[in-house]
């Protein structure tokens, strides 16, 4: 789906790679709880116009944009790390959802392929960003790359056509771009971080510095359920990185395109079935559909595992998502948050 333009792409949604020593933590609401969230806008009138139609104000609110991966400025930085009290002034916390596609918006050029990032050209916006996040004393969400398995994203290993698009898209280069920003994001002794690096075959960190940042992160790898083109070598397991590099899964999940049984069976797949499951962006889909609502939320309330929802209203897109155009669905929303079960707001750390 298309992305809001954004030059200056904040996070690099780079769920941590931690070997045994290095530290990650969800960052979840407690059991029996599931976090309420927004994305589309980067005003605090776009959070409070989405509480007023959603019924509830978020707990976490997303920003897409695309970074400068390569040559990272004061500029860029400033604002991305603007988004983080932005949000928690309105009690939420902030999410990165971080693309390569230059102006944020699919098929379009690209900033760096997956191997650029696998060997270390975006290490300094990398370090940086987790500067920024750690100074912020915040919890912040980072989604990097995501809908991989998506051909409109330059960095899906497929065209439409089915074809393969090389080996700097290839799902392996994949798999060791999210490793990278995984340990560069969660920190720590740079040392360690180049023995990791080492082991995965990829080049070491150039810095001076002896330690990275901790930044309180958490990473979401977020796939589609079904790949696009639907191809076996384009399916979500291809791009899977490992448990230890990831804190979060979940999927994008839009009325009127998406199935429930290949949710149920991403869901369930072993190799992340002990993650916090998270509905990164659901909306609906150029027209009223409470029934879709009401089915997606009762799937949620008969799947313990999902800990997030967030709708996407499109920010500066077309008009094809946001509520204010369905008031039937957005009543309906509304009458979903009523449940305790979305009563779940984080704790912020004081500015």
């Known amino acids: 789906m298309l992305r809001p333009r954004r030059i200056a ?42 509480a007023r139609l959603s019924g509830r104000r978020p707990a976490v609110y997303g ?39 230059v102006g944020g918006l699919q098929d379009g050029p690209e900033v760096i392929s997956p191997r650029g990032i696998a060997l270390g050209a975006s290490d300094a916006y990398l370090i940086a960003l987790g500067d920024l996040i750690a100074a912020s004393r915040q919890v912040v969400y980072v989604r ?54 080492g082991r995965l075959r990829l080049p070491p960190v150039l810095t001076t510095r002896t330690d990275l940042a901790r930044a309180r992160v958490a990473l979401l790898w977020t796939p589609f359920t079904v790949g696009l083109p639907d191809r076996p070598g384009n399916r979500a397991r291809a791009y899977w990185p490992g448990a230890r590099y990831v804190d979060w899964v979940g ?19 072993r190799q992340w079935r002990r993650k916090p499951f998270a509905h990164v962006e659901w909306s609906l889909w150029g027209r009223e559909d409470p029934r879709f609502i009401r089915r ?9 595992r999902v800990k997030l929802e967030m709708y996407n209203q499109g920010a500066l897109l077309p008009p094809k998502y946001a509520l204010r155009y369905y008031p039937r669905s957005a009543r309906e929303l509304r009458r979903q948050m009523r449940s305790r079960r979305f009563n779940a707001y984080p704790r912020l750390a004081p500015p």
């Not at 996070?11 to 407690?30: E, F």
């Not at 695309?66 to 004061?74: D, I, N, Q, R």
């Open 9 to 50: 792409l904040s996070a690099v949604l780079i769920v941590a790679a931690i070997p045994a020593s290095a530290s990650s933590a969800p960052y979840a609401p407690r059991t029996g709880k599931t976090f309420h969230g927004g994305v589309g806008g980067y005003t605090v009138a776009n959070m409070a116009d989405f």
């Open 63 to 101: 920003y897409f944009f695309t970074p400068e991966w390569v040559s990272p400025t004061g500029g860029d930085l400033r604002w991305q790390a603007s988004l983080i009290p932005r949000s928690a002034s309105q009690g939420a916390r902030a999410m990165f959802q971080l693309s390569t596609s």
């Open 144 to 197: 990097p790359l995501g809908e991989m398995n998506n051909f409109h994203n330059p960095y899906c290993a497929y065209n439409g056509n089915g074809s393969r698009r090389g080996r700097a898209y290839s799902t392996r280069a994949f798999r060791q771009a999210w490793r990278r920003m995984a340990l560069l994001l969660r920190g720590g002794n740079v040392a360690r971080i180049n023995r990791s690096l």
């Open 251 to 269: 999927t994008s999940f839009f009325a009127g395109s998406s199935s429930f049984w290949a949710l149920e069976r991403f869901y369930r797949a």
């Open 296 to 304: 997606l939320f009762r799937w949620i309330r008969r799947h313990r």
